[in-house]
């Protein structure tokens, strides 16, 4: 990718002089199934990973970079439902994610109604073929 570029959601890309974000938050979480013993502590086994969850925030201002249509573009990529890579600008693959959902705020409107400033927020769920072929495909054994 371009050293301006800082993320893409499958062909749309997040840069300096696009639409940017501020923050980038991810959360992976594991699963751990537990079964009750008769006078011992329960037994765990590890499932596998659970849920991973990337949130963007940033801030769209488009008299210095971006424009009103790049959120509303999300907003059609996530109503067609579809898994796309997401990839940092250096080239690193976080996985395959679909846009879970886009919140926005629009603030110090002008004329027509438009937003001198809108913050944002998009919401990716991470998801994998049927295989788990993104993820670690070992279960863990009982404890």
């Known amino acids: 990718m371009m050293p301006d570029h800082l ?3 499958g062909m749309f890309v997040f840069g300096i002089d696009r639409l ?9 979480a594991w699963r751990h199934g537990m079964t009750d013993r008769f006078g011992a502590r329960a037994a765990g086994q590890y499932l596998g990973p659970g849920e991973e969850k990337i949130t963007l925030n940033g801030m769209l ?14 907003r059609e990529m996530a109503g067609a439902g579809e898994i796309y890579p997401v990839v940092l ?3 690193t693959v976080l996985g395959h994610f679909r846009i879970a959902q886009v919140d926005d705020r629009w603030s110090n409107l002008i004329g027509g109604g438009r937003a001198r400033t809108t913050e944002f927020a998009v919401d990716l769920i991470r998801f994998d073929d049927e295989t788990g ?4 495909s070992e279960a863990g054994s009982w404890i």
């Open 20 to 28: 940017s974000f501020e923050s980038l938050e991810r959360t992976a």
């Open 7 to 9: 993320l893409a959601i």
């Open 133 to 136: 072929a993104d993820r670690h």
């Open 61 to 74: 201002v488009p008299e210095i970079a971006g424009s009103f249509g790049e959120i509303e573009h999300l």
């Open 89 to 91: 600008g250096d080239g």
